[in-house]
């Protein structure tokens, strides 16, 4: 019996061990999980709290956010795109003996790349990109032997790609865009015959050709060179990629022809070439290219017609010819591509007639073939299909009128006829398309009256009507445009008063009804419009005076009218870059904030006003006009009443109470420097003054120790100067108390110094005293200011180029938070006894979350000129907004010419336009280079540099580079002439 039993005994005490230790097992974390929790306790910093469910409670890791598993519970994956996270990677991660990808997209991760990772031996995917890994690239890469996909894009990696990565056979995707490589072009890739992706694009590499050893790469589906310093030709042995779907190679210096090997590539579907030196034609075989949907070869030197066999092209998608020397007629078949979306040739030099059928199919949508020498009329069936999305033909030749078939397109979002020869009536139908968003029809010959309908274009953000032959009353009806931001009806026949309606665009900030004949007095309904900033009124016959408030206003043109009375006192507190009331009949004085050199013309033909000490005005009160017996014989009595009965009332306080006390003065140090309040505010004297302007006055002053210091005296306070002067009480408006530590967020070589702050409960202004820069503004420097007569040769200019991308360089990506300056521009500039270049001003500036979002503002801020297009057109701004403003900067050093107003850029009034056009016809280096900076053969640098401001002021934010890319792309412009040590 007992024998029988024992079995059965066995069997449950089995049973019970396996239950318990299920239990165990269901109750604890695995090893697994206790690796991956025991690294985020002590290596991450997650503070968005995404890894909330990386904890005990969950004890099954495969279901923990970014955690994958086999069907054995082992972790394979662990993905954390985009959490934010920072701290280490170490090799603990590669306890996970099953693991096989790591993908950390989009965090917070710097320092080396983490070497600890090579012994993850099994892995077969590690991406790292978008972090700030920096230093070197890891010369034993080649222990990762497994790697299929290694994504390394978007850190700020330095220096040259080692060979080791070319023993990665087994890789089928290799990125490397975004980073500060230095080196030559790997020509080892060529070793990885397995790979199907690879980029290298945006680092500033050394010069050089394209390796013919890519040809090798016969899976290679995806390829992207562009921005990575490469020259001379492509290589005819691109052609033996026969599986390649996407080229794009644009954002070089490439040259000579479009190779006709190119055109075997039967998968193409991409092909990107532009940006770059080609010439010769685009060849007529490309009509092979079956597949392709997308083609750009703007911005090079092609020459020749547009090959007919395009037409063949039926999956075509997008046209891009822009900034070419094309010439002859645009291929009639173009009309009949099925499939296409966009087509652009703009900015060649085409000649011909648009042809009549181009717009007979059904599905196109997109017709762009601005900037070119094109004639005859609009073809009349464009929107036959119902599907007609965008058209953009300005700057052209055209005549005749707009086809009134387009009055039947509905799905017409955007009309660009401007700067052509168009004439007649404007049809009635399209004044009120609601769907339109944008409607140019300036410098044309159109005639009659804009239209009452035009309030039915609900939908409308951007009106130009400018220089036409409009005439009769602005309708009233313009004011029910609420998403409208830029209204230019300029240089018209306007008559009559300007409509109080005007009053319900709530979202303009753009407002020029300059150049026509309106009459009457300005509503100032219109001036307190919290949106608008640029407001242009000038040369009409307006009458009255000018009302306020004006809240945001950045440029304000009232000259050429009948205005009278004197000018607001709150103009001279805004941040005015334009203001100007010549000619009219003002009084009365000048306000503080607009006694500056900036405005020297501004008051012209007003006799009555006075008060400007720099604007050479008489003063308010004559003396001269009395002789000096009878003036003192008016003064003295009621003088020495006034100062007797002074002196009675002090002595009789006096022998009551102590003496009061001097106001309580409160001086924030954020430097060694010394700083006596009483003395400053003591030499806080007119004669001190050197600059005015809407945040208010600034003063030299000499400390007692010797030291010269800029104090800028403001009334309130905005930007990163009210995050330096935080408030303690509640309401905006009062001074408050001064946050120490908050000028610790940006000290550099090359941003202003900011030295103490003094403020007081008592008074309504605050004093910042900043180092002095002795020389004055890069602006002033370059232009007609204080020290504009010695000139900055070239070698100068470049250093303080540079310096100022460290600046910016130092506010974007070593920041924490980021800095966005938002106002960057030449006058904010500043320069050093050496020149050295410091970056000023920042009044306007605001913290970032994070690098690459994009941020919508209420109105912008800054400078014409200098705003970046979607800044301007949308409120959109990020980082690239400030890089785009540089670039326009590194066009003035190159060239010497101011921003906008120079008589060469005529109707544009823009530097990047007038560069452009300028590269287009082949001239750059004979008009672009400033004459006055050229020493010692340096015009080839100048072209160098150049590029990049070009290339900062792409009209694509995501094509410009990031800062720190473009200090490597100024180094590297040094060449062995100007070494980097030389430039610190």
Request: net charge neutral; glycine share 8%.
């Amino acid at each position: 019996m007992a024998a029988i039993m024992l079995p059965s005994a066995l069997a449950l005490f089995s049973f019970i061990l396996t239950l318990l230790l299920f239990i165990l097992h269901c109750t604890s974390v695995s090893q697994d999980g206790m690796i991956l929790l025991k690294i985020k306790k002590e290596n991450w910093r997650d503070p968005r709290n995404i890894l909330s469910s990386w904890n005990e409670a969950h004890q099954n890791p495969c279901s923990w956010k970014g955690v994958s598993c086999d069907t054995f519970h082992s972790v394979t994956t662990v993905n954390i795109t985009g959490a934010c996270i920072s701290g280490n990677l170490t090799s603990a991660i590669c306890g996970l003996p099953n693991l096989t990808a790591l993908i950390f997209q989009t965090n917070s991760f710097s320092g080396p790349f983490p070497r600890g990772l090579l012994q993850c031996e099994g892995l077969r995917l590690l991406d790292l990109s978008s972090n700030q890994f920096s230093g070197t690239l890891p010369i034993r890469i080649f222990e990762l032997s497994e790697l299929r996909v290694l994504n390394l894009g978007d850190n700020a990696f330095r220096g040259s790609i080692p060979p080791a990565f070319g023993m990665l056979k087994k890789l089928e995707g290799l990125f490397f865009h975004g980073n500060s490589l230095s080196g030559a072009f790997p020509t080892f890739v060529g070793n990885l015959v397995s790979l199907r992706n690879f980029t290298i694009s945006n680092n500033p590499l050394l010069p050089g050709v394209t390796p013919k050893e890519l040809g090798n790469l016969k899976q290679l589906q995806q390829l992207w060179l562009y921005n990575c310093s490469l020259e001379g030709g492509i290589p005819e042995v691109l052609g033996n990629l026969t599986e390649l779907e996407s080229l794009d190679m644009s954002m070089n210096r490439l040259s000579g022809d479009i190779p006709s090997s190119l055109m075997a590539l039967s998968n193409l579907r991409v092909l990107t070439l532009s940006e770059n030196n080609l010439s010769g034609q685009i060849p007529a075989t490309i009509g092979q290219l079956r597949s392709l949907s997308s083609l750009d070869l703007t911005d090079n030197q092609l020459h020749g017609t547009i090959p007919q066999i395009i037409g063949n092209l039926t999956y075509l998608d997008t046209l891009i010819f822009s900034s070419n020397r094309l010439t002859g007629e645009i291929p009639a078949q173009l009309g009949e591509l099925r499939h296409l979306r966009v087509f652009m040739v703009d900015g060649n030099q085409l000649n011909g007639w648009l042809p009549q059928s181009l717009g007979t199919y059904s599905n196109l949508r997109d017709v762009e073939v601005f900037e070119n020498n094109l004639e005859g009329p609009l073809p009349k069936n464009l929107c036959m299909g119902g599907a007609l999305f965008s058209v953009d033909v300005s700057s052209n030749n055209l005549s005749g009128t707009v086809p009134s078939s387009l009055q039947n397109c509905t799905s017409l979002t955007a009309l660009l006829v401007y700067n052509n020869q168009l004439s007649g009536e404007f049809p009635p139908g399209l004044w009120d398309s609601l769907n339109l968003n944008y409607l140019y029809l300036g410098n044309n010959k159109f005639e009659g009256k804009i239209s009452a309908k035009i309030g039915g274009a609900k939908n409308l953000k951007r009106l130009k009507t400018n220089n036409n032959l409009f005439e009769g009353r602005l309708p009233a009806q313009v004011g029910q445009l609420k998403e409208l931001m830029y209204f230019d009806a300029s240089k018209n026949r306007l008559s009559g008063p300007i409509p109080h309606e005007l009053a319900g665009l709530s979202s303009v900030s753009t407002l020029k009804l300059d150049h026509n004949f309106l009459s009457g007095e300005i509503p100032k309904e219109i001036m307190s419009l919290k949106m608008l900033n640029q407001l242009y009124l000038d040369h009409n016959r307006l009458t009255g005076e000018i009302p306020g408030p004006l809240n945001h206003m950045t440029n304000l043109d009232l000259s050429n009218n009948l205005l009278s009375g004197g000018i607001p006192l709150e103009l001279g507190r805004l941040r005015l870059n334009v203001f100007n009331v010549s000619n009219n009949n003002l009084s009365g004085r000048i306000p503080d904030g607009l006694d500056n050199l900036v405005f020297k013309e501004s008051y012209l033909g007003n006799s009555k006003l006075c008060g400007a000490r720099y604007v050479m005005l008489p003063p308010c009160w004559s003396p001269h006009k009395l002789s000096s017996w009878r003036l003192a014989t008016i003064l003295l009595p009621p003088l020495s009443i006034a100062v007797v009965a002074l002196c009675s009332i002090c002595l009789y306080r006096s022998s009551f109470r102590k003496p009061r006390s001097t106001p309580l003065w409160k001086v924030t140090l954020f430097s060694s420097t010394e700083v006596d309040e009483l003395h400053i505010l003591r030499n806080l004297k007119e004669s001190n003054v050197i600059g005015s302007g809407g945040a208010g006055k600034v003063y030299k002053i000499l400390l007692q120790n010797g030291q010269v210091v800029a104090v800028k005296k403001i009334w309130n306070t905005s930007g990163l100067e009210k995050k330096i002067m935080r408030k303690a009480e509640q309401e905006e408006n009062k001074v408050g108390e001064v946050e120490v530590d908050a000028m610790g967020l940006i000290r550099h070589t090359n941003i202003i110094k900011l030295l103490s702050c003094i403020s007081s409960e008592e008074s309504n202004f605050k004093l910042l005293v900043y180092e002095f820069m002795p020389n004055g503004s890069l602006f002033d420097r370059l232009h007609d200011g204080p020290g504009s007569h010695m000139v900055l040769e070239w070698p100068m200019r470049y250093r303080i180029a540079l310096g100022a991308a460290r600046g910016l360089c130092y506010m974007h990506h070593d920041c924490f938070p980021p800095i966005l300056h938002r106002d960057v521009k030449s006058s904010n500039i500043l320069l050093d006894g050496d020149l050295g270049a410091k970056i000023s001003d920042f009044g306007t500036s605001r913290e970032l979350d994070k690098l690459g979002n994009e941020y919508t503002v209420s109105f912008y801020v800054g400078s014409h000129g200098y705003i970046a297009p979607e800044y301007a057109e949308r409120l959109k701004v990020n980082e690239k907004s400030d890089v785009y403003s540089f670039g326009v900067v590194v066009l003035e050093l190159v060239s010497g010419k101011k921003a906008t107003g120079e008589a060469e850029y005529g109707e544009e009034e823009h530097i990047v336009t007038w560069i452009r056009n300028t590269i287009r016809m082949g001239r750059e280096e004979i008009e672009v280079p400033d004459k006055r900076a050229v020493k010692d053969n340096c015009i080839e640098q100048m072209m160098r540099v150049l590029r990049v401001g070009l290339i900062c002021t792409h009209r694509q934010p995501k094509r410009r580079p990031c800062m720190k890319e473009v200090v490597e792309m100024l180094v590297a412009c040094g060449g062995d002439k100007l070494k980097e040590k030389e430039l610190k």
